[in-house]
């Protein structure tokens, strides 16, 4: 293939590096994605062919392995302390100046965006990326190398053979995380959880999938190397190396040195001290306008030498502060977790909390989505706790802020259902209750059907339900039109004939909710009234034709559809040929639902008599008995009554007629022939 493989393999690495850095660092493509192709998979091709040859930095290690790894536990080499906080531009503005104070005068301070996402530390040994360790305690982090390579920024060689560890941010932008949470069900309130949680997989092939990016904000030289004198300089120094910087970063000086301005690189914002706290005020006005997102600034002292000279407390540098912008967040502590049983059989951990106040409203129950999320909080009981909650959205733990008194690592999933004690199984990264006839199961599709974005029945809300579900007379949503409501109710407490009347009308008319509503509140995972719109727009007109692409499992048909994915569409085709769904359907259809839209074309559509009252008299060939008629003037809204008589319109009149015809006659009321009345109904 090559003389030198060696030497190929070296140079189309090189090349590719370049070209990355052009393209991730500093957003210039310099070639064809086409050309770019092409030497990255001749450098795989030698790779496979010599994998001995293989470079530990090469930018094929960026696609990820799908062995599950686990995520070890290794020491940090420099202390990963955190900040101290100010709430105020004024309290920043008071640290500044007591700071510079304290050091002597003559202090520039550097503010940076305090990126809201993923902290990592990058060790470099050489130039080479060796171990990629997350924060953890401080002290000891879980190694996520693996991970860490598949992300396009992070440089796996640098431009120099230097050893140092550098500290940065993994997140991702606002714009592609709603791309991800659309397309998909993650449990993943907001960008830095997603990214929290990509980083902690186990298959890194599934990390290379999530479009994670990189700012460097510390670098910290290891072994010889000089140090440079100041952070902007070694911020510039980390840049050249091809790490990427902020470059919305700005430099702060005392107003008797004028010269300092100059230091900076080009595109800082420079000020003087009395500017601090309009740039903050600034920032945090613009701040929604990023990106991606950020929870506040962190000012830092320039001079290196001055912060080796402020040190730390045992649990923050004094060289720097963290200004967190003011979020719709509380700190609280978690009393216990407890799980509940969806409809669906999953199982949701809830946190059951201290009850605090958030953005006008008392929390006290938050949700923990599942196991998953819980481990990459890493909560558990007696953990104080950061809950926000955004507009309206349900409120969600967003961080531990610090572990309970001998609380354990992580909260763990009961192995059994707290409902029926059946044993949990686990799929994706959901715990499901497996059995049928797990009550909270029951009731959870009960309370659904009935539910206001659903059926919606009138005089028909949770306590009717969940006193009849006591009562073992509802233990399937179909249940509902086959129950004896005079025979169940009358007697119970607090349902006398009016109520027990009201609850049957409310039943009846639900019977007439189109098709769109049925589908939407049949249980089905995932498929409410937007998907079942969908579906029904893609030509699933009938549930019948749903049931036979189920039972065939053409999920392709499905995917086919404009929003329906193949998580969605495989949902979809597994709940319809689950027995205890088939069942109700079925059920539901002898009770007279709709379950195509053809059916109610007659139904709905065409409310020809509406407004109008008739009168049917005679016999007819096509309507055996009578009553027929009646009820086709009924079915198109209608009103019939036995008598002719002056509120009469219409007179249906069939053979031998009689003494209402004549009436009829009488009053001038149109009289309609039985052919006549073929024609109009047809
Ligand atoms: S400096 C000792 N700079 O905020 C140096 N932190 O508690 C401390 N963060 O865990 C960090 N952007 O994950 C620094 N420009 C920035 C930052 C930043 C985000 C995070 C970091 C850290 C937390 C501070």
């Not at 496979?48 to 470079?55: D, F, T």
């Not at 130039?127 to 953890?136: D, N, Q, Y």
């Not at 129950?365 to 999320?373: K, S």
């Amino acid at each position: 293939m090559t003389e030198n493989p060696q030497q190929e393999m070296d140079a189309l690495i090189e090349s590719l590096e370049e070209l990355d850095r052009a393209y991730y660092i500093d957003g210039k493509p310099l070639v064809s994605d086409l050309e770019y192709d092409r030497l990255y998979h001749r450098l795989q091709q030698l790779e496979q062919v010599y994998p001995k040859l293989k470079r530990p930095y090469s930018p094929t290690c960026r696609i990820g392995s799908d062995l599950s790894e686990e995520l070890p536990e290794v020491s940090h080499k420099i202390p990963v302390l955190s900040l101290d906080k100010a709430y105020s531009a004024s309290d920043v503005s008071t640290w500044m100046h007591r700071t510079a104070a304290k050091a002597g005068g003559s202090l520039t301070f550097i503010v940076e965006e305090k990126i809201d996402g993923v902290s990592i530390v990058l060790y470099y040994e050489d130039g080479i990326l060796m171990h990629a360790v997350t924060r953890g305690n401080g002290y000891i982090g879980n190694d996520v190398t693996g991970n860490v390579k598949t992300i396009s920024s992070v440089p796996l060689r640098l431009r120099e053979p230097v050893s140092l560890a550098v500290r940065g941010e993994l997140y991702l932008t606002v714009k592609e995380f709603e791309q991800i949470a659309s397309g998909q069900d993650i449990p993943y309130a907001n960008p830095r959880n997603l990214a929290a949680g990509t980083i902690r997989r186990v298959t890194s092939s599934a990390v290379a999938r999530i479009p994670l990016r990189m700012f460097a904000y510390e670098g910290y030289i290891l072994g010889s190397g000089s140090t440079p004198a100041s952070h902007w300089a070694m911020l510039s120094y980390l840049h050249a190396l091809g790490f990427p910087v902020n470059s919305r970063t700005a430099l702060f000086y005392p107003q008797d040195m004028p010269q300092k301005a100059q230091e900076v690189p080009p595109g800082w914002v420079v000020g003087t001290f009395g500017d601090l706290e309009d740039y903050i005020r600034r920032i945090t006005a613009e701040r929604q306008r990023r990106e991606y997102e950020i929870d506040g600034l962190v000012v830092k002292v320039n001079e290196l030498d001055v912060r080796d000279r402020l040190g730390f407390t045992g649990h923050h540098p004094r060289w720097a502060v963290a200004y967190k912008f003011e979020a719709p967040e509380a700190e609280t502590d978690i009393k216990e977790i407890t799980v509940q049983v969806g409809r669906t059989g999953r199982i949701t951990p809830v946190a059951r909390v201290k009850p605090v106040k958030i953005g006008g409203s008392v929390v006290s129950n938050v949700t923990l989505h599942n196991q998953d999320y819980i481990q990459m909080l890493e909560a558990a009981p007696g953990d104080t706790v950061a809950v926000s909650k955004r507009g309206d959205v349900i409120p969600a733990v967003e961080r531990v802020i610090e572990k309970g008194a001998g609380s354990s690592p992580y909260w763990i999933m009961p192995e059994r259902c707290p409902a029926c004690s059946t044993e949990l199984v686990k799929r994706g990264a959901h715990h499901f209750c497996p059995n049928d006839r797990c009550p909270d199961k029951i009731s959870g599709s009960i309370l659904y059907f009935i539910g206001r974005n659903q059926m919606d029945i009138d005089n028909f809300g949770p306590k009717t339900a969940l006193l009849l579900i006591s009562m073992g007379a509802l233990t399937d949503p179909a249940d509902i039109y086959r129950i004896d409501y005079d025979r169940m109710l009358s007697g119970q407490g607090g349902f006398g004939d009016k109520k027990i009347a009201a609850l049957k009308r409310g039943v009846e008319t639900s019977r007439k909710r189109p098709y769109k509503t049925v589908l939407a509140s049949l249980g089905i995972p995932e498929v409410g009234e937007k998907a079942a719109e969908m579906l029904i727009e893609g030509g699933f007109t009938s549930i019948d034709a749903l049931l036979e692409a189920s039972r065939k499992g053409d999920v392709e048909r499905l995917t086919s559809i404009k929003g329906i994915g193949e998580k969605l569409a495989e949902g979809i085709t597994e709940a319809l040929r689950d027995p205890v769904m088939l069942r109700r359907i079925r059920m539901l259809q002898e009770a007279g639902l709709s379950f195509s839209t053809v059916q109610e074309g007659i139904r709905d559509d065409k409310q020809i008599f509406s407004g109008e009252t008739w009168c049917v008299t005679g016999s007819f060939i096509n309507f055996k008995p009578r009553s027929q008629a009646e009820e086709e003037i009924k079915r198109r809204g209608g009103k019939v009554t036995s008598a002719v008589s002056g509120s009469t319109t219409r007179l249906l009149s069939g053979e031998h007629p009689g003494s209402k015809l004549e009436k009829a006659k009488a009053l001038g009321i149109q009289v309609v022939s039985e052919e006549e009345f073929l024609e109009l109904i047809k």
